[in-house]
């Protein structure tokens, strides 16, 4: 018997946890979580959905962790610890340039002073310009790979001596990572190299006990997503289950791997994806 084709509604499945709006279930009870890139950038029409940051500095401390806020955009980390402090959480702001590549190891020494400790580092910074192979430039290739990948090197580096056993990091990745669509090489690359990277951390990590990990976000209705959108409308045509995913289903694998619930997970890469990697679309 063959199962009738119906029109998908995306409305299905948009959960409490979907939609940020479930309550926090103290996952990460006393914890101390530096989160890189907890701002957003600022889009139009868009300031109210959550970046893939901001949605996991807001989850961590609604799960009960201290979080640091770090960014290069002060008003946005700002805005960010504004939201979670308004849920009775504790954040403080932090501002960096994590191209700058002393400023890593600065900003994980200020974060864990700041939280007495540190035994969670989420590193989200992620920037594209978006060139095409024909018209990357080698500056570009340079600027992409130091904000994407250096920095994560160089934060974990200066983390690893510093953070409590059985703690954790989380290193945001993409589908890109995996695929040529976004004809983005610089951003793929980097992104691809996250992946051998947080590989690289767990094996260092393991005698401390420390995991370390990657999500690997397909298409997310971010600020940034919805840029990338305009830009190529076909990106989110064929996504499962007729919508682009959102900052805090991606921010709910992430907590996930960060908290105790994971302790047997080390050196993955989990897709958030809806299953769009593997074929499943519409
Ligand atoms: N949105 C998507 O569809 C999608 C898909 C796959 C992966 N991702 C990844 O998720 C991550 C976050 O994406 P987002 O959509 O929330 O983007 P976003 O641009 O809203 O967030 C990135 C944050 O990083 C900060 N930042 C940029 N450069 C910095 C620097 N040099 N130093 C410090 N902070 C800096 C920005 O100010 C911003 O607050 C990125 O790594 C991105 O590659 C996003």
């Not at 201290?66 to 002060?74: E, L, T, Y």
Request: some cysteine; charged content about 20%.
């Amino acid at each position: 018997m063959s199962i009738p084709e119906r029109k998908v509604d995306p409305r299905i499945q948009m959960f409490a946890e979907a939609i940020g709006t479930a309550p926090g279930r103290n996952r990460l009870p006393e914890r101390n979580v530096l989160v890189v890139g907890a701002g957003q950038r600022a889009v139009t029409g868009a300031e109210e959905i959550p970046g893939n940051g901001r949605a996991i500095a807001m989850l961590a401390a609604r799960e009960g962790a201290r979080v640091v806020c770090a960014d290069i955009n002060a008003q946005s980390a700002a805005e960010t610890v504004a939201r979670i402090t308004a849920e009775g959480g504790w954040a403080q702001p932090l501002t960096v340039n994590v191209a700058q590549a002393e400023e890593n190891a600065r900003m994980v020494k200020q974060a864990h002073h700041a939280m007495g400790g540190l035994d969670g580092l989420v590193l989200n910074v992620g920037t594209s310009h978006g060139r095409s192979l024909d018209t990357l430039t080698s500056d570009i290739w340079d600027r992409e790979f130091a904000v994407n990948l250096r920095s994560h090197m160089l934060a974990c580096q200066a983390a690893l001596p510093l953070m409590a056993p059985g703690s954790a990091i989380v290193l945001i990745s993409s589908l890109a990572s995996q695929r040529p669509n976004g004809r983005n090489p610089a951003y793929e690359g980097t992104k691809a190299a996250q992946l051998a990277l947080a590989r690289s951390v767990a094996l260092a990590g393991q005698r401390q006990g420390i995991r370390c990990n990657a999500v690997a976000p397909g298409l997310i209705d971010t600020p940034l997503g919805r840029v990338a959108t305009q830009k190529r409308p076909k990106r989110a045509a064929l996504v499962p289950f007729g919508r682009q995913g959102t900052g805090w289903e991606v921010a709910y694998a992430a907590i996930f791997l960060l908290s105790n619930e994971a302790s047997y997970i080390n050196a993955q890469s989990i897709f958030v994806d809806g299953g769009l990697g593997t074929g499943i679309a519409m």
